[in-house]
């Protein structure tokens, strides 16, 4: 699991439209961030992009599949689908995609609450 920095470079010039990209490197791979919000992933010098339940209809019809890695043996598959290949390409198309996965990982970002400072603060007294 890599990503070239020349791959990097490529994706973060690729979606610099979008304001405020930047690619942070994890486990091998990067994750692409958009003013602080997660939407897709680098591994193996290929694209993956945030998708919901509405949206991965369509990187099906393009054959595309979602990003899947294994822990303690098992798959885990993550919400991140392959970003069709021709669209690297295709600077405008691959921003459309681009913008709906950052929209899709927004409403996925507010959708989990943010943690209590109570419930923070009543776990760390009971472990005294």
């Not at 003013?35 to 897709?40: E, H, I």
């Not at 992933?41 to 339940?53: N, Q, R, W």
């Not at 599949?65 to 390409?89: C, F, H, I, T």
């Not at 459309?96 to 929209?103: D, F, H, K, N």
Request: aromatic share 10%.
């Amino acid at each position: 699991m890599t990503a070239s920095h020349d791959f990097i470079a490529f994706v973060q010039e690729l979606f610099a439209p979008l304001g405020g990209v930047s690619l942070r490197r994890m486990f091998g791979g990067a994750g692409i961030y958009c003013r602080g919000v997660m939407f897709g992933l680098v591994v193996d010098d290929t694209i993956y992009l945030k998708a919901d339940e509405e949206s991965r209809k369509a990187f099906e019809a393009h054959g595309c599949g979602p990003y899947v890695y294994r822990a303690n043996g098992k798959p885990v598959v993550m919400s991140y689908w392959q970003m069709p290949a021709e669209l690297v390409d295709d600077a405008d198309e691959a921003l459309v995609w681009a913008r709906r996965a950052l929209g899709v990982a927004r409403l996925a970002k507010a959708a989990v609450p943010p943690p209590s400072r109570r419930a923070a603060l009543s776990a760390g007294r009971r472990r005294r």
